[in-house]
C-alpha cells in the first residue's frame, strides 16, 4: 500500500486501466438460443377457443350438423322475413329512395363547394397552366410515375421486416 496522493484525473485512470484488465464475462455462445427455446408463450383464450371449434368442426359427422344448423337458420329468416318485407315493401322503397336524394343532395353541395374553393383559391388556374400537351404531358405523367415508384420503393425498405443478419448486427452494439 503507497501513502502517494493521486488527483481526480489520475485516480480515474488508474480505476479505467484496472478495469479493463478485468476478464469479460459473456454468456457462451448459443445461450440466448438455448433460453429461448425453454420459453413458452400462453396462448391468448381467443385462438386456443378457435382451434379448438376448428377441430371440433373438421369432423365429417359435426361438420354436416354444423351445415344442416346453418341451413335450417337461412330456412327459418327467410320463412320469417319474407312476408315481414313483401307487406312493407313500398315503405322500406320510399326510405331507402328519400336516403339516396338526401345523399345525392349532399354530394352535388360538397361538389359546388370544393368547385368554388378551386377557383377562388387559384387552384383550377395553376392546373389549367401546368397541364401540358404531347410531348409535355408525357414527360408529367412520367416524372409523376417515378416518384409515385421511388415513394413505394423507400416505404418498402422502411417497413420492411427485419432478418436474422440485422439481429445479430443489433446484439453486437
Request: proline share 4%.
Amino acid at each position: 500500500m503507497t501513502h502517494e496522493q493521486w488527483s481526480d484525473s489520475e485516480l480515474d485512470a488508474r480505476v479505467l486501466r484496472e478495469l479493463s484488465r478485468l476478464p469479460g464475462l459473456a454468456p457462451s455462445r448459443g445461450f440466448e438460443d438455448r433460453v429461448m427455446a425453454r420459453v413458452v408463450l400462453p396462448k391468448p383464450a381467443a385462438v386456443v377457443l378457435l382451434r379448438r371449434a376448428g377441430a371440433w368442426i373438421v369432423q365429417p359427422r359435426r361438420a354436416v350438423a354444423l351445415a344442416a344448423a346453418y341451413a335450417l337458420c337461412v330456412v327459418v329468416t327467410v320463412a320469417l322475413g319474407a312476408p315481414w318485407v313483401a307487406a312493407h315493401g313500398t315503405v322500406i322503397g320510399g326510405a331507402v329512395a328519400w336516403v339516396a336524394g338526401r345523399v345525392r343532395a349532399w354530394l352535388d353541395a360538397t361538389a359546388l363547394a370544393v368547385a368554388a374553393w378551386a377557383v377562388r383559391s387559384g387552384l383550377a388556374a395553376a392546373v389549367r397552366a401546368a397541364a401540358g400537351t404531347g410531348g409535355r404531358l408525357w414527360a408529367e405523367v412520367a416524372t409523376l410515375a417515378l416518384a409515385y415508384a421511388a415513394g413505394g420503393f423507400g416505404m418498402h425498405v422502411l417497413l420492411k421486416a427485419p432478418r436474422r443478419s440485422d439481429a445479430n448486427l443489433a446484439r453486437s452494439l
